[in-house]
């Protein structure tokens, strides 16, 4: 008996045994680990109010930010940080960028200043 029909039997054989196709199992990844913040990340967290006082921002170490405009209700959103650049997308699904800019956030002609930093571990002060 030739090799080929050898290991064409014995594949028949295997196939029988085990089967075809594996469950596919869905990713394991935890979303919640700790994962280290970069330079450009650690720059941005924390509390910022526009020069006018009207809108309040709070970027946190997660990836989310809460946006509060007066005494209207809030909404949220998650950001991302590329170098300079922020990218956010509300919950509400708009989606806007920034740019930091000589330590402040810079969107279009608004501007943001920073009144609470946010250290990764969680601990806040005062940024005078």
Same mark, same amino acid.
């Given at each position: 008996m030739p090799f080929s029909q +050898?290991?064409?039997?014995?594949?028949?054989?295997?196939?029988i045994i085990a089967p075809a196709k594996r469950p596919i199992r869905p990713l394991e990844i935890d979303l919640e680990a700790f994962?280290?913040?970069s330079k450009a990340e650690r720059a941005v967290l924390g509390?910022? +109010?526009?020069?006018?006082?009207?809108?309040?921002?709070?970027?946190r170490p997660n990836g989310r930010f809460g946006k509060q405009r007066d005494q209207?209700?809030?909404?949220?959103?998650?950001?991302? +940080?590329?170098?300079?650049?922020?990218?956010?997308?509300?919950?509400?699904?708009?989606?806007?960028?920034?740019?930091l800019r000589r330590g402040?956030?810079?969107?279009?002609?608004?501007?943001?200043?920073r009144?609470?930093?946010?250290?990764?571990v969680g601990l806040i002060r005062s940024d005078r």
């Open positions: +050898v290991f064409q039997s014995l594949g028949a054989i295997a196939s994962q280290p913040l509390r910022w +109010v526009s020069e006018d006082g009207a809108t309040r921002l709070d970027l209207a209700a809030g909404h949220g959103g998650r950001y991302e +940080v590329d170098a300079s650049q922020l990218y956010f997308e509300s919950d509400a699904g708009h989606v806007w960028s920034g740019e402040q956030l810079a969107f279009g002609e608004k501007r943001f200043r009144t609470l930093q946010l250290d990764p």
